[in-house]
């Protein structure tokens, strides 16, 4: 593989989640396609994003501050779910599995950032 993310495991996870959020996203109501809906798909990515761009060879606080980055929005879309879920956008199943998946990708991501 040509980049260092690519390698990385919790990258893959971020991007499979993101995934999962833009289907999720799409079925929300035509109202918050450019609210709600937005908001948590551009957090899923920025999950995604910042994990790679931090991962180029920069130094390690510089990694760890795009991991930072990468945590938080993680975060940010678990509170788009709790909305969505509050809203009836979203059944409890399906926010309990997306919540504890981001719980999982979080703790993963603060174990590579303390590991450096």
């Known amino acids: 593989m040509a980049f260092r993310f690519e390698d990385l495991k919790v990258w893959h996870m971020a991007a499979d989640l993101s995934n999962e959020i833009d289907l999720l996203a799409k079925k ?8 709600l809906a937005s908001q948590m798909k551009r957090a899923a990515d920025s999950v995604v994003l910042n994990i790679a761009e931090g991962s180029t060879g920069q130094t390690i606080p510089e990694f760890k ?14 509170a788009c779910l709790y909305l969505a879920q509050k809203r009836k956008y979203i059944k409890d199943e399906v926010y309990t599995k997306h919540y504890n998946d ?15």
């Open 102 to 116: 981001y719980e999982l990708l979080c703790k993963m991501i603060t174990k590579l950032r303390d590991s450096m």
């Open 28 to 35: 929300f109501p035509v109202e918050e396609r450019f609210s």
């Open 65 to 78: 501050r795009f991991l930072d980055i990468a945590l938080r929005s993680a975060i940010e879309v678990v």
